[in-house]
């Protein structure tokens, strides 16, 4: 089938090599508007979306998750992305890890189709829990008890993606 989206969604990998150029704002808005057309639940739109351009922040933020992460060999979790998106919810609701995961999930699907790559880097809950990660929510006028759920980095690629891997025998059963 010659299909765009289902291309899409079959051939975006995760990035781990960034060209220094930062994102466009054309590039980067069109993902953005991506992730706000995410499904919700109960359609109440609970996520927030924070994209991160300033390259101090984007080194705080890379400090942030690296110390989280306590292995200095992983000085830079983001692996010096331009751009960091982060997708963060109120804990309460209906389905909080749930909505912002598709969010996420539109965002790097929207990144590939404009020709970005872009990674999910864990340990965002770990960020925004601490009083540093509290702190730049409250400089942005963010709620400061957000739940941190997905950090993005996101960039132009540098060289090939690489392939993916085969997907597991059992992972689809069809009844009928
Ligand atoms: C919840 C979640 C957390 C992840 N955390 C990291 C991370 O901390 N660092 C990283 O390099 N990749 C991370 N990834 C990317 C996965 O390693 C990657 O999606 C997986 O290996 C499959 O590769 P693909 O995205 O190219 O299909 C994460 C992905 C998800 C969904």
Redesign the pocket.
Known sequence: MNNQVLEALEN???I?RFKAEQVSKEDLRAVLKAGTYAPTAAGVQAPYIVAVQDPDTVAQLDKMNAAVLDMPQMAH?Y?GAPTILLVLVPREGHAPVEDA?LV?GNL?NAAYAVGLGS?????GRQMFDSEEGKELLRKWGLPDDLMGV?TIALGYPDGD??A??PRKENYITEIG
């Open positions: 975006r990998r995760s781990r979790p692996y995961s996420a790097m990674c999910w880097i864990h340990r997905a993606a690489p993916a891997v």
